[in-house]
């Protein structure tokens, strides 16, 4: 399984950029994908994440994002997006995608495969 993050970027405050994870080698639309960000002074936190449910989906946000940060999926290009709108010095990070067999989970040791990271940097 390889996962492929792209789309960081520098920004001004208030910008705002959509992140892609393009995921190879795995059925795309089960378990659960999720975006986590990290910072040199930090842990890996959890940002947002998308569980394939049946024949539905279930989105979870970080309360830190929440109503700025959408998370979208593109089936066809097996590819989930992060966009990211009303940005904020704080939200400068690498930020990673990861997937797991399960749910959406907080806890990065739940995640099997992570991407390689982009990097978000806002200045306000």
């Known amino acids: 399984v390889q996962l492929q993050a792209s789309g960081g970027g520098s920004v001004q405050a208030g910008d705002s950029l959509r992140l892609s994870c393009a995921v190879f080698g795995r059925t795309f639309s089960s378990g659960a994908l999720g975006w986590f960000r990290q910072t040199p002074e930090f842990e890996r936190d959890f940002v947002a994440g998308?569980?394939?449910?049946?024949?539905?989906?279930?989105?979870n946000y970080a309360d830190s994002v929440k109503g700025r940060f959408t998370v979208s999926v593109d089936n066809a290009r097996k590819t989930v997006y992060l966009q990211l709108n009303s940005l904020k010095a704080d939200d400068t990070a690498v930020y990673f995608c990861?997937?797991?067999?399960?749910?959406?989970?907080?806890?990065?040791?739940?995640?099997?495969?992570w991407g390689q990271g982009t990097q978000v940097t806002v200045s306000s």
């Open positions: 998308i569980s394939w449910i049946g024949s539905g989906t279930i989105t």
């Open positions: 990861a997937t797991n067999t399960g749910r959406t989970d907080s806890h990065p040791p739940s995640y099997d495969n």
